[in-house]
Structures are given as structure tokens and as C-alpha cells.
């Protein structure tokens, strides 16, 4: 079933409004007829199933039959990646994938062995990276798109912390902590989690205690060292396991 997102307002008296381009995707592409079912979200975590009823020149109105809880959510968990900035293409592999496995929202960051220069790009690359997260959310079913913030810095990024339950760096100089050592040590199941990642260069040791003075985890991902496009969506996939009902 072809699924599409729309705005809460789009929803109303038990009709969906479809328009602009997955309105063209649905009649010039898809060729849809009257009475065929599609699936919709609103992006607050809601799922409607509904048939096309009237296509109009512009716009097309569906009639919803059902609505449920999106599956590609959960209440109890909400991660937010901090990702230091790649080079090339990686940051959309990053924000695909990481999409895919979960994360809510994804937040770039420059720091000290940040290679990447955007300058007048960032806010083009910003605008790209967020309709990544739109594609991805709609492949993978989620039932929000994540929001992909604008460029700031580590320090900035440290001060924002006090906002999350349970914040984890990973670092590959950490020898001794992994994720399932953290988890073991806490007392409440965290809703609001910050992970961090590295740019391709890692963090530098300074960089690391900056996050663990703001009340941060330095963890292990394993014996082996990932690179900065693995990284993220690995730590998601654990803490899935651990949280994910």
C-alpha cells in the first residue's frame, strides 16, 4: 500500500486532502483509481488508512476508513544523534540510515577534527539533508519525520544537554564502558536520549571530557573501530534492543 505524509490540517471530518507533489506522484505516477486504499500519516505518530474518493485539478480527497498508532514508533524512546559533520556525501548515508533505525531528530556539528568546510553551502546541505529524512521516514514507515537541525558546534551542542535523560559519546579510546555497562547502572529506563558521534577523525580526548563534565557516557562500540557513517546507526540498533518494545 502506497504510503504518503501529510499535515494534521489536511485532516478533517473524516477526510484526507492530498496535494502538491504526491498528489502528481498519485495521478501521474501511481495512477490511482476511486475507491483504491492508500496510507497516510500526519506526522505526529498517527496512521490513517483511507480511499481515494475525489480527484480534483490540484488536489485529491480521501475518505478515511481507519487510523492507529504508527508502528515505526515508540513513546517511551526518543534519540536525538548529534553527528560531527563528514566529508563528501556520508552525512545523508549518516541521516538515511539513522532515520531508518529510529532516530527522532539529528542534529550536525562541527568540532575539532571536523574536516568539512560548508560556508555558504550549510544551508543548501541543510535543506537536502532534511528531505533525506523525509524519504527515509516515508521508506521506512516511521510515523514522524525527523527534524535535521542547522549546523552548530560540540560546545554549543554540550550546553543543550541538561534536556536529555541519558547521553552517550562514543570513543574509540573508551577501553573499559560499553552501552550494556551504562544500562546496567541506571535505575530508571531513560525516554530521552542524546547520542553522539564523531567526525571522521574521532573526538579529541579534551573534546570527550567536555561531554562527560556535562553528565555524559563515554561508551565502546566493540572491539572493532567503525567509521563515522557506521557509528550512529549501530548505537541506535543497541539501544533498540535494549529499549524498543
Known amino acids: 500500500m502506497h504510503r504518503f505524509f501529510v499535515s494534521p490540517g489536511q485532516i478533517e471530518d473524516g477526510l484526507v486532502t492530498i496535494e502538491g507533489e504526491d498528489f502528481k506522484h498519485i495521478t501521474k505516477v501511481l495512477r490511482l483509481r476511486d475507491d483504491e486504499a492508500i496510507e497516510v500519516c500526519d506526522g505526529r505518530g498517527t496512521d490513517y488508512i483511507a480511499c481515494v474518493e475525489t480527484v480534483g485539478k490540484d488536489s485529491l480527497k480521501g475518505r478515511i476508513l481507519e487510523s492507529r498508532p504508527s508502528r515505526g514508533e515508540t513513546d517511551s524512546l526518543r534519540v536525538t544523534l548529534f553527528q560531527g559533520v563528514p566529508k563528501g556525501q556520508k552525512m ?6 539513522c532515520v531508518e533505525a529510529g532516530a527522532a531528530s539529528i542534529v550536525p556539528f562541527t568540532s575539532e577534527r571536523t574536516v568539512v568546510k560548508l560556508g555558504d553551502k550549510e544551508e543548501k546541505k541543510t535543506r537536502r539533508w532534511q528531505r533525506v529524512a523525509y524519504e527515509a521516514a516515508k521508506q521506512s514507515k516511521r510515523g ?26 562514543a570513543y574509540e579510546g573508551e577501553e573499559e564502558s560499553s552501552l550494556k555497562d551504562v544500562i546496567s547502572c541506571l535505575e530508571f529506563d531513560p525516554e530521552r536520549i542524546a547520542v553522539i558521534i564523531g567526525p571522521e577523525g574521532g573526538f579529541a580526548p579534551a573534546e570527550v571530557a567536555m561531554i562527560e563534565e556535562a553528565g555524559g557516557y563515554s561508551v565502546s562500540l566493540g572491539r572493532r573501530i567503525l567509521r563515522t557513517e557506521t557509528a550512529g546507526v549501530v548505537l541506535l540498533a543497541q539501544l533498540n534492543f535494549f529499549y524498543e518494545d
Request: a negative charge; zero cysteines.
Open 92 to 97: 545523508e548515508s549518516v541521516i538515511q540510515k
Open 144 to 169: 514522524i519525520i525527523p527534524h535535521v537541525a542547522e549546523v552548530t558546534t560540540l560546545s554549543a551542542v554540550a550546553d543543550t544537554l541538561d534536556n536529555y535523560d541519558l547521553v552517550l559519546i
